[in-house]
C-alpha cells in the first residue's frame, strides 16, 4: 500500500485552471497505476482519469474532461499530476487521487490506495 496526499485543489472561475498533485509514499510508486476519481455532493464518486505504471505511456479520460484535464506522472518525485483546463462549474467536487500495484485500471474498484481528497471549486 501507499499513502497518498493530494494538493492543489481551491476556488477558480469558469475557464481557470487548476494543477493538483498526489504525492505518494514508499520507493515502488512506478510500479504502481494511478488514477483521478472525484466527487460531487449528493453524487456519487465518478472517474475522472487514469495513467499507467512506470512511464505513464496509456492514459484514458472521462468524456466530460477530454481535451481539457491531462494526466501526468513524475516517478523521480513519487507524484501524479492533474492539469485542469477550462474549468466549468460542473467540474466542482472534490477530487481523489488513487494508486494500486499493477499495470492499468480504470475502475475504482480496482483501486487498493486512496487520498483524502481535495477541494475544487469552479464559480460561475
Known amino acids: 500500500q501507499v499513502q497518498l496526499v493530494e494538493s492543489g485543489g481551491g476556488l477558480v472561475q469558469t475557464g481557470g485552471s487548476l494543477r493538483l498533485s498526489c504525492a505518494a509514499s514508499g520507493r515502488t510508486f512506478s510500479n504502481y497505476a494511478m488514477g483521478w476519481f472525484r466527487q460531487a455532493p449528493g453524487k456519487e464518486r465518478e472517474f475522472v482519469s487514469t495513467i499507467s505504471w512506470s512511464g505513464g505511456v496509456v492514459t484514458y479520460y472521462a468524456d466530460s474532461v477530454k481535451g481539457r484535464f491531462t494526466i501526468s506522472r513524475d516517478n523521480a518525485k513519487n507524484t501524479v499530476y492533474l492539469q485542469m483546463n477550462s474549468l466549468k462549474p460542473e467540474d466542482t467536487a472534490v477530487y481523489y487521487c488513487?494508486?494500486?500495484?499493477?499495470?492499468?485500471?480504470?475502475?475504482?474498484?480496482?483501486?487498493?490506495?486512496w487520498g483524502q481528497g481535495t477541494q475544487v471549486t469552479v464559480s460561475s
Open positions: 488513487a494508486a494500486s500495484k499493477g499495470s492499468y485500471y480504470e475502475r475504482a474498484s480496482d483501486f487498493t490506495s
